[in-house]
């Protein structure tokens, strides 16, 4: 069986827990900060785990994670 190889794009912007749920970070917090509330752009700082639709295909692109 041959090794796969990790997207390394995906690597960067996810991390698995110990459970084995991957953890990201949000996004819309980059430009246009202006007109939005400063509770939002906080919440925006905290990460979150991702959607349970995404994470099958997601493990496939991280296999060793």
């Known amino acids: ?6 997207k ?3 690597a960067k912007r996810f991390k ?3 459970t084995g749920k991957l953890k990201r ?5 980059s430009h246009i ?3 939005k ?4 752009k906080r919440n925006l700082r905290k990460a979150t785990m991702m959607d ?3 994470e099958k295909v997601m493990k496939k692109i991280l ?3």
């Not at 069986?1 to 990790?6: H, S």
């Open 1 to 6: 069986m041959p090794k796969f190889k990790t």
């Open 8 to 10: 390394r794009a995906a």
């Open 16 to 18: 698995t827990t110990g």
């Open 25 to 29: 970070f949000k996004a819309y917090k």
């Open 33 to 35: 900060l202006t007109k």
């Open 37 to 40: 509330t400063t509770k939002r």
């Open 52 to 54: 349970q639709t995404n």
């Open 63 to 65: 296999p060793y994670s």
